[in-house]
DNA sequence: GCGAATCTTTGCGGCGGATCAAAGCGCTGC
DNA sequence: GCAGCGCTTTGATCCGCCGCAAAGATTCGC
């Protein structure tokens, strides 16, 4: 029950996708499971980049802080995503933190072991030049919004992805399914507390968001999409 | 004397490092060799992505325009680099432009025969992993200083990483080696070139820089790099 | 060498959003 | 069940930067 679950997550990461019964085994072997409640830290910013994760259950939060102490979030990760994609790279230290943000269960895979796996697997490295693509290609797109879009549409945007990523239909709209403060969103758009909280309201009186504390329910998606998109 | 220097250059690339001369050969020959005048376009964000360039000589700039017209600049690759990286993770398009800035040389290669590559010689497979995570780690970094940083701050960070990448040393200062517009320097930091023309003439007043037409020369980088890192 | 196109500079006014301040609300823990 | 902490809301003020406009510099083509 245990392990079957465990093989069940790692093949349906686009990492290990297509990788043959018994090197998955193999795999399964050297890898290590971990559970973290609400808060716990997986890796900090700065520690030796020794082993990556593969979200089993749950939702991560990643960020970096820089000199000054400033904030900023680079993603939330959640089932058979990736945390600590620098071990893939062979870099040496972790250049972001990994909190949980709601009660998880994460698989741990060793530096040694994926270089080695991907030396002898080829298609796992070739997988994994894919996924870390698909996260550069992500930045770009969150690149051109801070920079060419104002707080509100960026603020939207954010939110609908979220809602994709992590959206649970409920009878009110589409309900984002961990705990994101006014500051979560304001660390992802570059903008403070204050601004998400005004632009929030504003929706709420429209009716295109419901939210409260650590809590936002998209109403209308499409009206919400429109306002992302539209020019300004 | 022309194959003798593209094995060169593609050897001294961060994708194709170590890989065997026989290899090599193989290589080169499933390349193609490309002149770029200044101005001429390599791909268009939109294209099929069939082929990716190692750039031997000169500057390529690789720009993405939104929806609404506007145009951000992504980076700008210079000799040893790679242009069109969506070929290496399998896309199906280009998601951006790249021109050359200068007079440039560049080695095309197409998807089938980067794909075969990487299948047969899993280091190479290794070696795309770690020059994409270089490059979302940039665009990290980017994203961070867009999120907290003030404009000025940014088009200082932004002039010093130029200088890195693309300054020549002169009895000025250093100066960055390709025409570079205040236009530019706006698509690169999200803020208007009327700002990037004024912070530069503050600067220029303060002796920091000497800049004119297209053009920009670091005087004295160690103060440029403390108003960049001071906090605000 | 002259005109046109492109790039740059600079002034001015306005506004989006930051900052500061303070009160309201909702969990959580004992 | 109440105290206290953390999150949110909302107001008031201020300023960094944008947008517009127009003139000045530099390069290019013929």
Known sequence: MHGTAEQDILCRTDLFRGLSPDSLRELRRSASRRRLAIQDPVFHQGDPAETFYVVAEGRLRVT???????????????????AGLAVLAGDDLHPSTATAVADSEVIGISRAAIREIMARHPEVAVNAVSVI????????????????????????HTILRLAREAGRRTARGIEIAFPLSRQDLAEMTGTTLHTVSRTLSAWESRGLVDSGRRRVVVRRPHELAMLADATG
């Open 64 to 82: 970096q802080t820089t000199a000054d102490g400033q904030q900023v979030i680079i993603r939330y990760v959640g089932p058979a995503e990736l």
């Open 133 to 156: 693509a698909a996260r550069y290609r992500e930045m770009q797109q969150r690149l051109r919004e801070m920079s060419t879009q104002n707080v509100e549409r960026r603020i939207a």
